[in-house]
């Protein structure tokens, strides 16, 4: 993933969150099914919603790409038990910033000390030396070149002699050195008040400047006298960015993201705190390459889809989503509002044009391990099989069918290795010597010199395993769990 954004429950003992994890302590299945309580009413909330917390952001940390970047929202409720939890997962060196989103536009008459007006986007890179993020576009700072060349470029002109702190020889003597003026003359730089300064640049720069003919001499009056002064001329970016801020205060608010919904699906209030679309937008701006692949594991009403589609609408790029949401809303509100921006939602002066796209849903099956540890012969054997392969990083290009030339049990070959389920669903099976011999390797043109077979139960030595190359898993015991 390139990108990944969640905006989990933040523990405010309103939300009405159910702790419902899948644990074998005793001291955590006791919180099993009990909704998770206010402050001072629910002493363990903090450990609840951090137990929950700990295995999804670890897992998100390994699906997160080198050069990936994860954002979450919360508020004040568990903003530093977060940071805790990132720190130790992804490594505080790996910080970027908490983003701070304003999130209402109008007072709070709740008769409160203090008015929690403002929620973070916590972000985090999972290499930050791999992480180059985007700077938004800023069309104002073309102002700032207030003149035209001749060929009707935007520029302006900067002293070359640094001012205010450290702008003084002694500060920076390295910086103290002649320039030759258009008349011959030697230029030092000096205060007004004739004190020695020092340039802004070294000399390096300056011949730069000089072979790009952007050292630009003008005379002035300085103590009634005329002098020459060098500046150094700037033309206006192409393309004017600037570094996105830490504080967002120009975004829609809550208030706006509730009224979004409200038309699209032309009902009441569906959510307590929905995020603006325009926010989601913006982080994937930042953060995301036009062929991004995003991730957002708590989904909610779907604003993450709804911001790559949308800006996939406005700038032709090709990103993709992984939405996933436990909650039983997820067909009803999260796919539904994907359709409808999808299609275009609304009728006569307020319909929307829809974004385009398209997006499969999946409901998750059950379960291929069950309590005990057993595979779950339920999902049937291809389903194991591909389960299995996955495990040994077999590629689908490398898999093979039970109607193979090698053997119906054959997964695949990776590399130099064949790999081998020998799994029965109403018997044990054996890795024996008339099992290897049931093999058809002269089918392979690429005879493999390692082997990797599951099996129930093994009939062979180790030291037979090892002369041969076999490497030897039993069923269900060394199947990878993830």
Same mark, same amino acid.
């Given at each position: ?10 523990? +405010? ?13 005793? @001291?955590? *299945? ?25 295995? %999804? ?24 038990? !977060? %940071? ?13 910033? $908490?983003?701070?989103? *304003? ?38 700072? /073309?102002?700032?070149? =207030? ?67 952007? !050292? ?10 005329? /002098? ?29 993201? @509730? ?24 982080? !994937? ?16 009403? =779907?604003? +993450? ?7 996939? #609408? ?8 992984? !939405? ?10 999260? #796919? ?8 275009? &939602? ?27 540890? $057993?595979?779950?012969?339920? /999902? ?15 590629? @689908? ?9 090698? $053997? ?6 990776? &590399?130099? #290795? ?6 029965? @669903?109403? %018997? ?55």
């Amino acid at each position: 993933m390139n990108c990944i954004y969640i905006d989990p429950p933040y523990n +405010t003992g309103n939300e009405g969150w159910v702790y419902n994890d899948a644990v074998n302590d005793p @001291k955590i *299945r006791k919180w099993i099914g009990q909704v998770v309580g206010k402050e001072g009413e629910d002493l363990s909330r903090h450990d609840k919603w951090l137990c929950m917390m700990y295995p %999804r952001l670890k897992l998100l940390h390994r699906l997160l790409a080198d050069d990936g970047v994860i954002l979450i929202s919360i508020d004040d409720n568990e903003e530093q038990s !977060l %940071r805790s939890l990132m720190n130790e997962i992804f490594g505080q060196r790996n910080f970027l910033t $908490n983003f701070i989103w *304003r999130k209402v536009d109008s007072p709070n008459d709740n008769k409160v000390a203090v008015t929690p007006d403002h929620e973070y986007i916590v972000g985090y890179a999972k290499n930050i030396a791999k992480v180059k993020l985007r700077q938004m576009s800023a069309p104002d700072i /073309v102002n700032a070149y =207030g003149s035209l060349d001749g060929s009707g470029r935007r520029y302006r002109d900067r002293l070359l002699k640094k001012n205010g702190k450290n702008s003084l020889r002694r500060d920076r003597p390295t910086m103290y050195f002649p320039l030759q003026a258009p008349d011959g003359s030697e230029v030092f730089p000096t205060h007004e008040n004739g004190e020695e300064a020092c340039w802004a640049m070294g000399k390096d720069s300056i011949e730069r400047n000089k072979a790009a003919n952007t !050292l630009i001499w003008k005379k002035r009056i300085r103590n009634e006298r005329e /002098v020459w002064e060098p500046y150094t001329r700037e033309f206006a970016p192409e393309v004017p960015t600037r570094p996105y801020p830490t504080i967002w205060s120009d975004l829609p608010t809550m208030r706006q993201a @509730k009224a979004f919904l409200r038309d699209v699906f032309n009902t009441a209030d569906l959510f307590d705190t929905p995020k603006p679309v325009e926010l989601l937008v913006r982080l !994937l701006e930042m953060t995301g390459q036009s062929n991004a692949i995003v991730l957002d594991s708590f989904a909610g009403s =779907g604003t +993450t889809a709804h911001a790559v589609l949308k800006l996939n #609408a406005l700038d032709g790029g090709n990103r993709r989503f992984i !939405l996933c949401e436990m909650m039983d809303y997820a067909e009803t509100i999260t #796919a539904e509002r994907i359709r409808r921006v999808i299609n275009g &939602y609304g009728e006569g002066d307020k319909a929307v044009e829809g974004t385009g796209g398209s997006f499969d849903f999946y409901s998750v099956g059950v379960p291929l391990f069950k309590d005990d540890k $057993n595979l779950n012969e339920e /999902v049937g054997t291809e389903a194991i099989r591909g389960y299995v392969a996955y495990t040994e990083n077999i590629s @689908k290009e490398q898999q093979l069918g039970a109607e193979n030339p090698i $053997n119906p049990y054959a997964l695949g070959l990776k &590399y130099t #290795a064949l790999c081998i389920f020998y799994y029965e @669903k109403d %018997r044990v099976t054996t890795l024996d010597i008339d099992f290897l011999g049931q093999l058809k390797i002269k089918n392979i043109s690429n005879r493999p010199d390692q082997f990797v077979i599951y099996a129930d139960k093994c009939a062979l030595d180790k030291e037979f395993l090892y002369k041969h190359g076999i490497t030897f898993k039993r069923i269900p015991r060394d199947i990878t769990r993830f």
